[in-house]
């Protein structure tokens, strides 16, 4: 089964400071995988996906997230953080054998301070 | 252009009603996916079409969920006998086809309060 695993159910960083959101993958096959931003009641926002092409991948609003199937993990990064940034982030899979219906992980609450 | 609604925004309804919750997805995209967003569970699927067929319906959490999609565009998503369980957000999807590679939009969500 496909999976994803968030490390950190909340982060708090300064703005203008970096950004590292964890995420680890489970599957047995090489996974599509993606990072979804949810602001509050708002609707989910793909910021980037991953699928088998260059393993460096750059999204929307300086976003970026390194593949590395050594690690089984996908990290979103991001060098500096911006207020309008807070949200909450959801590391996804899709599932070969519902559709590639999207599987979530739990989630980040991403906090920014200034 | 027009991304993916979903009405009505809010539906508030008594436990044993019958909710129907509607989607309309981006035009010219044949797959379609359900999914319901909830505090104790978190986001999870429940049902996607290829056109108007739904291949797998294991995840619908009980046999009061029912959804259809018509002319391969507008879909309804059926709680029948509405529990105090059934509260979430209930969000609707669509892409191009089904593929790994596709993205999936995402509309702005119906939230459902079963009192």
């Known amino acids: 089964a496909q999976s994803v695993t968030q490390l950190d159910s909340h982060v708090s960083v300064s703005e203008g400071t970096p950004v590292l959101l964890r995420c680890n993958y489970s599957?047995?096959?090489?996974?599509?995988l993606f990072w979804y931003v949810q602001h509050p009641n708002k609707g989910l926002q793909l910021l980037l996906k991953?699928?088998?092409?260059?393993?460096l991948v750059k999204g929307i609003n300086g976003f970026e997230a390194e593949f590395k199937k050594s690690e089984t993990s996908f990290h979103l990064t991001k060098p500096s953080a911006h207020m309008s940034d807070a949200a909450e982030y959801f590391c996804v899979v899709s599932v070969y054998n519902s559709g590639y219906a999207l599987n979530f992980g739990k989630g980040t609450s991403l906090l920014v301070t200034p | 252009g027009a991304g993916v609604s979903q009405s009505p925004s809010n539906k508030v309804t008594e436990k044993g009603k019958d909710v129907e919750l509607r989607c309309d997805p981006i035009s010219g995209h044949t797959a379609l996916y359900w999914y319901r967003q909830s505090l104790g569970q978190g986001l999870e699927f429940l049902i996607y079409?290829?056109?108007?067929?739904?291949?797998?319906k294991s995840g619908l959490p009980s046999d009061r969920f029912s959804a259809e999609r018509t002319g391969g565009s507008v879909s309804t998503l059926t709680i029948q006998r509405t529990q105090q369980e059934d509260s979430a957000v209930y969000l609707c999807?669509?892409?191009?086809?089904?593929?790994?590679?596709?993205?999936?939009?995402f509309g702005p969500g119906t939230r459902l309060t079963v009192l």
């Open positions: 999807a669509s892409s191009l086809a089904t593929s790994g590679t596709d993205t999936q939009y």
């Open positions: 079409f290829q056109g108007n067929s739904a291949p797998d």
């Open positions: 599957s047995s096959y090489s996974p599509s």
């Open positions: 991953y699928t088998s092409a260059a393993t």
